[in-house]
């Protein structure tokens, strides 16, 4: 329990801006429906500076990011920083994947949700469009694990409520790309967040002393 206190407390803007935003997102989908809200969403809230922006963003937060921080940790960090992230990382992902291929295998992705009903959606130019395994998102996981292991790094609130836009971010571009609804990158979120602070009780909080070797040691 004291444990959880410290960890509540130390990164309280991330937790209090992640449920602000999946709240937001709860809320929505009760008050619109899962398909109104990304009609809604897809119809009146494109721009070509949008499209642009989350056309490279997605990508660059999530699997980019990440190659950049696992580069860094080998040749900066210890074996504890490194075994967060691919602990955390590679569970999540192939518990995702899992629950998409076995629990939700027939759910369509938006746009060929829509096509299939004869809806037009607003597209962003360049981005394929995809058919099966909307939920959850796996980009919302690898965000989640990736700007909850980037507060971990920091005491500065207002670079914590940052890092937590930042994943927001993700999940919105996620739905503004019609890659998924919000209900999936609402899954997909408190999924990666089940299992980063899982990894923080597994791996961060581990007392075995090796952890904390750097994996690569220079002589």
Known sequence: MNQQRDLLKWLWPFFLMFFV???????????????????????????????????????????????ALLLYIIFKKSWRHLGYLVFTGGLASFAGRMIKRNFFVHGHRPTYYFELKNVPLRLVEGVESQIPYTFPSGHT???????????????????????????????????????????????????????????????????????????IRRK
Do not use: P
Request: charged share 15%; net charge positive; glycine share 8%.
């Open 21 to 67: 935003i999946n709240f937001t997102g709860v809320f929505a989908i009760a008050f619109y429906g899962k398909e109104e809200l990304h009609l809604f969403f897809n119809h009146n809230f494109h721009h070509k500076i949008a499209d642009g922006f989350f056309r490279f963003y997605t990508d660059l937060a999530t699997t980019y990011v990440l190659i």
């Open 141 to 215: 996981i690898l965000a989640t694990i990736i700007f909850f292991y980037l507060c971990m790094q920091t005491k500065n609130r207002i670079l914590q409520f940052v890092f937590c836009v930042l994943m927001g971010l993700v999940a919105i571009g996620r739905v503004y790309l019609s890659k998924h609804f919000v209900i999936d990158t609402i899954g997909g979120s408190m999924l990666g967040l089940f299992f980063a602070i899982l990894g923080y009780y597994f791996i961060w909080e581990s007392t075995y002393q090796k952890l904390d070797q750097k994996v």
